[in-house]
């Protein structure tokens, strides 16, 4: 059974620092392609970054770069999105997706398996 977990939400003030983990169970993670993706109160989904499963290529939403990075510790089969210099229109819930065709895509119709998601939220 496919399964994914996130954790590392929390509330946290402007400038500040979260660490999100996507733990993986019933499939090998280096397989699959990994998306992070968010949703704010009474907005759309929103891609943020994504990292592939053959050779760890990661891609970011304009939104984010320079600011959030994703890794994959295939060991653990785990990835992680550290995210640095908050503010306050990061606020959301963050779902973690996996995608088992492997292609990387910050589109959510890409993905077929999501977790149930933990929230971030800045404060100013």
Wanted: hydrophobic share 30%; glycine share 14%; aromatic share 12%.
């Amino acid at each position: 059974q496919v399964q994914l977990v996130e954790s590392g939400g929390g509330l946290v003030q402007t400038g500040g620092s979260l660490r999100l983990s996507c733990a993986a169970s019933g499939f090998t993670l280096d397989l699959y392609a990994i998306g992070w993706f968010r949703q704010a109160p009474g907005k759309g989904r929103e891609g943020v970054s994504c990292i592939s499963g053959s050779d760890g290529v990661a891609y970011y939403a304009d939104s984010v770069k320079g600011r959030f990075t994703i890794s994959r510790d295939n060991d653990k089969n785990t990835v992680h999105l550290e995210m640095n210099s908050l503010n306050p229109e990061d606020t959301a819930v963050y779902y973690c997706a996996a995608n088992s065709r492997g292609f990387t895509s910050l589109f959510g119709s890409s993905y077929n398996y999501w977790g149930q998601g933990t929230q971030v939220t800045v404060s100013s």
